[in-house]
């Protein structure tokens, strides 16, 4: 790994008021180098007996509660993490975009560029997550059948 992008990693953690650990950046650089989002079976086997599994979900609650991943629900019901925009916070998630779940490869993907239109709601409801979520067949799927 670039020291450059270890550099990028430390920033983040210290930003979000986090230790820099090595598993913490290990986790960052993988959910950062994929295109899609990343379950926690997959990451368990990517960093096989250097993270326990309880380091790991602590790992990824920590990271989604400082806003610095998001996640999301497949149709199979699993929890994949995905990157989050600059304008996620501890505080607020802002990520209205939607989600596409491939049929064929099971990846979830990002959307960032189609985004969930503003909903108003009735009197007395208050939003506290929107999700949206596609499913159908990727374009890698796409273009190799």
């Known amino acids: 790994m670039e020291n450059l992008q270890v ?10 008021g986090l230790k ?23 990451l368990e086997t990517v960093v096989g007996k250097e993270i326990d599994r309880v380091t790991l979900y602590r790992i990824l609650k920590a990271f989604e509660e400082k806003g610095i991943i998001h996640k999301v629900i497949d149709n199979q019901g699993t929890a994949n993490y ?31 560029e189609v985004k969930i239109p503003t909903l108003k709601m009735p009197k007395g409801f208050e939003i506290g997550q929107v999700n949206l979520i596609v499913s159908g067949i990727c374009q890698d799927c796409n273009s190799s059948n």
């Open 7 to 16: 550099k990028k990693y430390e920033d983040l953690l210290v930003h979000n």
């Open 20 to 42: 820099r650990t090595g598993a913490r950046i290990q986790v960052l650089e993988i959910l950062s180098n994929r295109n899609s989002a990343t379950s926690q079976p997959y």
């Open 82 to 112: 995905a990157i989050c925009s600059g304008a996620c916070s501890a505080h607020h998630h802002d990520d209205g975009h939607v989600h596409f779940n491939c049929s064929t490869c099971l990846r979830v993907y990002c959307l960032d």
